[in-house]
Nanobody
Framework: QVQLVESGGGLVQAGGSLRLSCTAS????????MGWFRQAPGKERELVAV????????YYADSVEGRSTISRDNAKKTVDLRIETLKPEDTAVYYC????????????????WGQGTQVTVSS
């Protein structure tokens, strides 16, 4: 069982940056690939970024490619997502999730989810 708690959301002006953090409670945190998803009002949940268990491989959605960085610290059991040059369309609830496969790119491959943290980008 893995419990995940996100933090770092809030209200940010367009063009700004933020860092979201996710802290896990599991002893086996480093067994899981970790992903960040987001869901905007009226839209489906979408994958934002993924990092493999070792941190050696990452993936970014086109919408955040080039202005985002996902990282993890297995000793601290945390995974962070930094997004720069924020846009109003980045407004969403952001979720971190733990996946059982090496590099899951589908939400169905993620077994554990956090409660989410709201990010609102004002124009």
């Amino acid at each position: 069982q893995v419990q995940l708690v996100e933090s770092g959301g809030g209200l940010v002006q367009a063009g700004g940056s933020l860092r979201l953090s996710c802290t896990a409670s599991s002893r086996t945190f480093n067994n899981y690939a970790m992903g960040w998803f987001r869901q905007a009002p009226g839209k489906e949940r979408e994958l934002v970024a993924v990092i493999s268990w070792s941190g050696g491989r990452t993936y970014y959605a086109d919408s955040v490619e080039g202005r985002s960085t996902i990282s993890r610290d297995n000793a601290k059991k945390t995974v962070d997502l930094r997004i720069e040059t924020l846009k109003p369309e980045d407004t969403a609830v952001y979720y971190c999730a733990a996946g059982g496969s090496y590099f899951p790119l589908s939400s169905q491959e993620y077994m554990y989810w956090g409660q989410g943290t709201q990010v609102t980008v004002s124009s």
